[in-house]
């Protein structure tokens, strides 16, 4: 992924992504979404975006990448 653009010059916005992963597109999966950052008015924001197999919740509790009850 070449992000030399972005890097020259982050006051720009940026878009990275990727496919969706054959097996969530198979069986039933959550999405788990999050940000950091300031906002557009104290400096930038970063959005996170993941898929996983329902049928794989348990492992996500297991590595403890779940916030809170949101699993």
């Given at each position: 992924m070449d992000l030399s653009?972005?890097?020259?010059?982050?006051?720009v916005s940026c878009r990275l992504s990727s496919s969706i992963p054959d097996e969530c597109k198979t069986e039933d999966c959550c999405?788990?979404?999050d940000e950091a950052g300031r906002g557009?008015?104290?400096?930038?924001?970063?959005?996170?975006i993941c898929f996983c197999p329902v049928s794989r919740k348990e492992d996500l509790?297991?590595?403890?990448?779940?916030e809170q009850n949101t699993i």
């Open positions: 653009d972005f890097e020259a010059d982050n006051s999405l788990g979404i557009p008015v104290l400096g930038p924001m970063v959005y996170g509790k297991n590595l403890k990448v779940a």
